[in-house]
């Protein structure tokens, strides 16, 4: 196969896949007929997956990749009543893993969206489960259309892969139902390899419950870290550049227009530091004995740093905001340090929950 070159097309036209789909749905047990379509259909897939794969390792991205085994699409068919089988964007499927976070995740969708649109002179389609997951489940989907059919590749953080391989073999042992928001077969039972400090059992709709609690941690901690490096990243450095910024001209008079944009600034910086102070920022003050004691001397400092007065001249706001650029940026570092830390220790407890699911510790 070409570098580029595309796969054959399916067998069967869509249409004929779609009702190939419903009669297997329909059919206890399917038609001999109509599994060895599928097979052949299956086979095609590959193909295509396969040559997915190709052009995954030419933009230098490792990657997992499968076709749906024919008793988890037959499932799949009669558990979601009308789904179209030659809708099924994830039949065929890729998995990459981003070592980072959010913004390393950002950067490797972007890259597979450009080769991919170029490859197949066909838009792709993301699906973003970052913010709304599924029911605890993040990754972002690049849906991408060789010989127009859609194949699916997730992008994953190693936290995110983590967490899913933990829920998919717990999945294959209690039941494929946690998979979709279900509880566990029999939740109620001790999950054997699991206990409290106490010793105590702990049920297997506890251990679900937790892990999407965990989910949710991971979600909190990859957010907060985009969060702070867009903000370093954007927030503007320079007099004139806060100028541009609010005013979107470039300067006219430079004390009048300085004037102009204080009560802007001042309001900006305050809405800006806001989300660092939510991620624990006051704390790093001195004499913070407390997050509520803090957040007073926070203000204060605020207060003391961008006043409510009215600028005497353009000099006041450029001595303004140079003061308050080293505080950002300290607070801004020290947050960036501890979201790192705090996600390399979460990614070290996923690691070794991981390897002892796999390893059948929990039951």
Known sequence: MAEYGLPVPLPISKKQLSKLGDRIAAGDPPA??????????????????????????????????????????????????????????????????????????????????????????????????????????????????????????????????????IVERLADRWGRGIRYGGDPDDGHLPAEGVARRDGSPVSRRRVIGDLREVSDEIAQLEASERELISYQANRPKSLEDWIAEILQREVADLDADARIIYPRFRMLFKRLITPIMRHGGSRLLKGGRSLRHARRLAGRMIRRTVPDVEPPDADFVRVKIRTCDPFVDDVTDELRSRLQRRQDTLRLRLQRLADYVERGGIR
């Open 32 to 165: 001999k007929e109509d599994l060895a379509q599928l097979k052949e259909v299956l086979r095609a897939y590959q193909a295509i997956l396969d040559a997915v794969e190709e052009q995954l390792v030419a933009i230098d991205l490792v990657a997992a990749a499968r076709v749906k085994t024919r008793s988890v699409l037959i499932e799949k068919l009669r558990r979601e009543k009308g789904m179209e089988l030659a809708r099924v964007q994830d039949m065929a499927g890729a998995r990459t893993i981003v070592d980072g976070g959010w913004v390393d995740q950002d950067a490797v969708v972007a890259r597979i969206v450009s080769h991919f649109e170029s490859w197949t002179s066909r838009s792709s389609r993301i699906v973003d489960r970052r913010v709304r997951p599924s029911r605890g489940y993040r990754a972002v989907h690049v849906i991408v259309f060789p010989e127009g059919v859609p194949v699916e590749i997730q992008v994953r953080t190693e936290l995110q892969n983590y967490w899913a391989q």
